[in-house]
Nanobody, 121 residues
């Protein structure tokens, strides 16, 4: 059983900062890329940022220069540091991990339950 548990969401004023965390636990043989997605009301889920197992990163243009993704391999944890937050960043943020469990050869996507981020004055 694999679990992804997110934390760090909340209500913040425009221009403020938040740090999201996502810890993967359970029976994990190999952890590949980890990503953050978000879904605003009435919109499709979109990719925010990705970090590979070797530390290469990608960020969406809408968050570039404001959000930073990082990971701690020893803790199977990925972080999203969000600065200069805007009202349009309001969404449920989801963590995704691409990983392999013991006894299986394929890498599979696992998702967290989501954490609400609200940017409002």
């Amino acid at each position: 059983q694999v679990q992804l548990v997110e934390s760090g969401g909340g209500l913040v004023q425009p221009g403020g900062s938040l740090r999201l965390s996502c810890a993967a636990s359970g029976s994990i043989f190999s952890l590949n890329a980890m990503s953050w997605y978000r879904q605003a009301p009435g919109k499709e889920r979109e990719l925010v940022a990705t970090i590979s197992s070797t530390g290469n990163t990608y960020s969406a243009d809408s968050v570039k220069g404001r959000f930073t993704i990082s990971r701690d391999p020893a803790k199977n944890t990925v972080y999203l540091q969000m600065n200069s937050l805007k009202p349009e960043d309001t969404a449920v943020y989801y963590c995704k991990a691409v990983l392999r469990v013991p006894g299986r050869t394929a890498y599979i996507d696992y998702w967290g339950q989501g954490t609400q981020v609200t940017v409002s004055s």
